[in-house]
């Protein structure tokens, strides 16, 4: 069974700060990693991808892999109200469907 | 911008009947699937479908359930005999190639009663 854990939360951040948020898989043949936004009541909205280990950055965005650890964050720089929604991780690996975790509820605090 | 659209975005239902939900995805993407989630749970996976055939299905994906590509652009879902645990959004997304980004349209909420 291939699992994605997420810390459901809820996060709470000031405005401003840095928002981490993390994720672990369970199969080891997972390639891709995605993470989304969804607000309540929403579909999920892509923010970012990443395949290959370390970093990368997309705005105020930075999305981190370590395929050794299993690990997958999100980090989101100058967090601002509007943030606050459910980030959900997904995976893909040899079949192309994506495995969702249950997502993390973060709350910026104006 | 293109985006995926689905229609309706809200549909009611008397149980034991059919429903059909449909997807209209971008235009250049050739990977197309349902997910659903359930109010308070994770999105979950249905089917993947390419070249015209259902590649990938989950669990949940039963006899209950069928998809079609009834013509060059529409992905239709189709729940027989709905039951009260079918209430959901259910979700269409689109992808341009193997495990490459998903896009989701917005969704339509499925009232079973």
């Known amino acids: 069974q291939k699992e994605v854990e997420q810390n459901s939360g809820p996060l709470s951040v000031p405005e401003g700060a840095i928002a981490s948020l993390n994720c672990t898989y369970s199969?080891?043949?997972?390639?891709?990693f995605f993470w989304y936004r969804q607000y309540s009541g929403k579909s999920p909205e892509l923010i970012m991808f990443?395949?290959?280990?370390g970093d990368k950055e997309d705005g105020r965005f930075t999305a981190q892999l370590n395929k050794a650890s299993q690990y997958v964050s999100l980090l989101i720089r100058d967090s601002q109200p509007s943030d606050s929604a459910t980030y959900l991780c997904?995976?893909?690996?040899?079949?192309?469907?994506?495995?969702f975790g249950s997502g993390t509820q973060l709350t910026v605090l104006p | 911008e293109p985006e995926v659209t689905q229609t309706p975005s809200h549909q009611v239902t008397q149980m034991g009947q059919e429903v059909i939900l449909r997807c209209v995805p971008i235009?250049?993407?050739?990977?197309f699937y349902w997910y659903r989630q359930i109010l308070g749970q994770k999105v979950e996976f249905l089917v993947s479908?390419?070249?015209?055939?259902?590649?990938?299905k989950s669990e949940i994906f039963d006899d209950q359930f069928s998809v079609e590509r009834p013509d060059g652009s529409n992905f239709t879902l189709k729940i027989r005999s709905t039951k009260l645990e079918d209430s959901a959004m259910y979700f269409c997304?689109?992808?341009?190639?193997?495990?490459?980004?998903?896009?989701f349209g917005q969704g339509t909420r499925l009232t079973v009663v």
């Open positions: 990443i395949y290959s280990n």
């Open positions: 997304a689109s992808s341009p190639g193997t495990n490459t980004e998903a896009f």
């Open positions: 199969d080891r043949g997972s390639q891709s």
């Open positions: 479908f390419y070249n015209n055939e259902i590649s990938e």
């Open positions: 997904a995976v893909t690996g040899s079949a192309r469907q994506l495995t």
């Open positions: 235009s250049n993407h050739l990977y």
